[in-house]
């Protein structure tokens, strides 16, 4: 069991996965309650913990409301453990509560913080994949989003993010405007060539 900082530290990144597997449910209440220590360290390590947890069992859902809630937050850290830990979690979303999160979820897309940006729209990718019913919700808000707003040296990593989410979604949800969105990518400035024919190549096999 977790009953001490130390503990959680001395788990080496290679044994996360496995370590994962053994959590008791206090120890689950432990590591939440980390998420919140200032020190980075250590709150990293309780989030990745939770994280390798959240991919295999569902037990980690039941603090929902309180990863909901962190959206919202000062800290861009936390706001980041709350859009990470809800796309891990929402596999198991069957009361379907990120009907009513995803508003939340979708404003950290013009967080200023350009790698939180980043999760929001990664983790969108996720919750796609599992929730059908939000895709045209998604693909909307991610095809009016304003590329040129975002600081010059981010905006290829933030429009490929983006493309890589309508890859996923196009696959259940397939509209014109969509199509119109990933061809002016392609035939666009932003992105270089390489990254232009991984999307291409990605776009022939979906």
């Not at 936390?78 to 796309?87: K, P, V």
């Not at 596999?91 to 999760?119: G, H, S």
Request: hydrophobic share 40%; glycine share 2%.
């Amino acid at each position: 069991m977790l009953n001490d900082i130390e503990s959680i530290m001395s788990i080496p990144k290679s044994y996360l996965h496995e370590a994962c597997k053994e959590l008791t449910k206090d120890d689950i209440t432990r590591l939440v309650d980390r998420l919140s220590l200032k020190d980075d360290q250590i709150r990293y390590q309780a989030f990745l913990l939770l994280q390798s947890r959240s991919a295999l069992y569902d037990d980690v859902y039941p603090f929902w409301e309180l990863f909901h809630e962190k959206l919202k937050s000062e800290n861009s850290y936390q706001r980041s453990i709350g859009l990470m830990l809800i796309a891990e979690n929402v596999k198991w979303d069957m009361k379907n509560k990120m009907e009513n999160v995803i508003d939340d979820f979708m404003a950290c897309l013009y967080d200023p913080k350009p790698i939180t940006v980043r999760q929001c729209i990664q983790s969108l990718g996720k919750i796609a994949a599992v929730k059908p019913s939000l895709c045209e919700k998604i693909s909307s808000k991610l095809i009016s989003y304003d590329i040129t707003a975002v600081k010059e040296t981010m905006q290829k990593s933030i429009l490929t993010d983006i493309l890589n989410v309508l890859l996923i979604i196009r696959q259940e949800h397939r509209t014109k405007e969509t199509e119109t969105f990933i061809s002016n990518a392609l035939f666009g400035d932003i992105l270089d060539k390489k990254t232009k024919k991984q999307i291409e190549a990605l776009l022939h096999d979906r």
